[in-house]
T-cell receptor
């Protein structure tokens, strides 16, 4: 399973943008980059995913480096509700049909009021 | 649509006992995966079922088993419980061959 590296923790202020980095230097050409987050006392929640191009959805944006060895999850205006552990996960396009996700330790985001 | 539901939400068992946890996926979802979350090991993949067949299995001892029924509901069983099995057990479902997985709130198992 390809590995990702994330900072253990980050802090942000409410209503400011947050950039959560992820390094994945061993990514293969068919690996999708997924982000999930886990709010306190809840199960993980899908945030966004991408392959090569930058992606936007209602929750966040995903910026992918040209060489795909790193990516950044961008929360445009952090709210207190965004305080969570954020996981960057590489998921192969095909893994025998398996939906298995390999979670690392993630980044714990603290949002200050 | 109702989300993924897991029952029970909390459970206390004694070492040596066995336990069965239940997961009801989102309606129409055929894939169900199970994960164990502990403070020390984080989130670890247990196994995955699709259309009643186990499609993938994580690196856990044979005491951990599961099954999926024809209505896609899934159960996991842990026999001969050990203290180290205390964890949050999470179930996730997806329609299959799609990118997002939807997680339930988990079952908090405490083994004493």
């Amino acid at each position: 399973d390809a590995k990702t590296t994330q900072p253990n923790s980050m802090e942000s202020n409410e209503e400011e943008p947050v950039h959560l980095p992820c390094n994945h230097s061993t990514i293969s050409g068919t690996d999708y980059i997924h982000w999930y987050r886990q709010l306190p006392s809840q199960g993980p929640e899908y945030v966004i995913h991408g392959l090569t191009s930058n992606v936007n959805n209602r929750m966040a944006s995903l910026a992918i480096a040209e060489d795909r060895k790193s990516s950044t999850l961008i929360l445009h205006r952090a709210t207190l509700r965004d305080a969570a552990v954020y996981y960057c996960i590489l998921r192969p396009l095909s893994q025998g049909g398996s939906e298995k996700l390999v979670f690392g330790k993630g980044t714990k985001l603290t949002v200050n009021p | 649509k109702a989300g993924v539901t897991q029952t029970p939400r909390y459970l206390i068992k004694t070492r040596g006992q066995q336990v069965t946890l239940s997961c009801s996926p989102i309606s129409g979802h055929r894939s169900v995966s199970w994960y164990q979350q502990t403070p020390g090991q984080g989130l670890q993949f247990l196994f995955e079922y699709f259309s009643e067949t186990q499609r993938n299995k994580g690196n856990f001892p044979g005491r951990f088993s599961g099954r999926q029924f024809s209505n896609s509901r899934s159960e996991m069983n842990v026999s001969t419980l050990e203290l180290g099995d205390s964890a949050l057990y999470l179930c996730a479902s997806s329609p299959g061959m799609i990118y997002e997985q939807y997680f339930g709130p988990g079952t908090r198992l405490t083994v004493t």
